[in-house]
């Protein structure tokens, strides 16, 4: 169960299939979904560059210039938030920060139970259009689980039907802890999961899949299904079930303490084609 959901807001498609997944997962646990808008005055500021001299009152009006148009797009994306909200009928609540979009995330993170953003992330439109590292920070420092959203919302019929997932399953800490996460905040019984474990010993690895089923059947999860492949676990996801999955689960491993994230070959390589959703437990 989940009840407060963060959705850092950018204007950009991925933001929009963001906002939408995250009230699908948010109506059936009655949790709020919390948007949240960081404007970097700053970087505006820095973006105008060096100021010749006597050009000190255009640079001003430059810099007022941007910041109003930067404003302009927070409320736009407010509203844009607010309206799909209020279509599923979810709670929801509202935040504009001054700060460094990244870093402001990360730090307001700590304070929910699910971060749902896009798998490009655009949190510096008052300075730079283009896709920012914004994901690579939060994978990089939150110790929140992270929903990482394709550019257009996939067709969920999530919660009044079924969810198809896929879960990467060895049996490893960041594995066990992504799958947990994930089981917490959607419904088991819509879930139709698929855990797919690759090479090593054959009988290990159903032995191992065995657990993650029992586990999985504990939580009373819909539908279980579970495969052993020698084919890589990178190639087996992409090639065997990328089409099939609507959500495909995945880890990310310590490395240098609890908020030090390595993101794995498989995570990494989701990350990069932004074909399906991703969960990633941290």
Request: charged share 25%; glycine share 10%.
């Amino acid at each position: 169960m989940i009840k407060r959901i963060l959705v850092p807001l950018d204007p950009s498609p991925f933001c929009k299939a963001a906002i939408e997944a995250a009230c699908r997962i948010a109506k059936p646990w009655n949790a709020e979904v919390h948007g949240l808008v960081v404007l970097d005055v700053k970087a505006i500021e820095d973006g105008i560059g060096p100021v010749p001299l006597g050009g000190s009152h255009y640079a001003d009006r430059l810099e007022k210039h941007r910041i109003e148009e930067a404003e302009s797009r927070i409320s736009e994306l407010l509203a844009s938030f607010r309206e799909a909200c209020g279509r599923h009928g979810v709670s929801s609540r509202e935040a504009e920060l001054q700060g460094a979009p990244s870093r402001s995330i990360v730090d307001r993170s700590v304070l929910y139970d699910l971060v749902v953003t896009g798998l490009r992330t655009y949190f510096r439109f008052g300075t730079d259009d283009k896709p920012g590292d914004g994901l690579d920070q939060l994978l990089s420092h939150s110790s929140t689980p992270i929903l990482g959203l394709t550019e257009s919302m996939p067709e969920w019929e999530y919660p009044e039907g079924i969810i198809r997932v896929v879960a990467a399953w060895d049996a490893s800490p960041a594995a066990a802890s992504s799958f947990r996460e994930c089981l917490q905040a959607f419904v088991p019984e819509k879930i139709h999961l698929r855990l797919v474990r690759s090479g090593g010993d054959k009988a290990e690895g159903e032995a191992s899949l065995s657990l993650g089923r029992g586990y999985a059947e504990s939580y009373r999860v819909g539908r279980v299904e579970t495969e052993w492949t020698s084919q890589g676990i990178v190639d087996a996801v992409r090639e065997r079930h990328g089409q099939w999955a609507q959500l495909i689960v995945a880890g990310a491993h310590a490395k240098k303490g609890p908020l030090a994230f390595m993101v794995g070959s498989l995570t990494k390589t989701l990350i990069e084609d932004k074909k399906n959703p991703l969960f990633i437990g941290l």
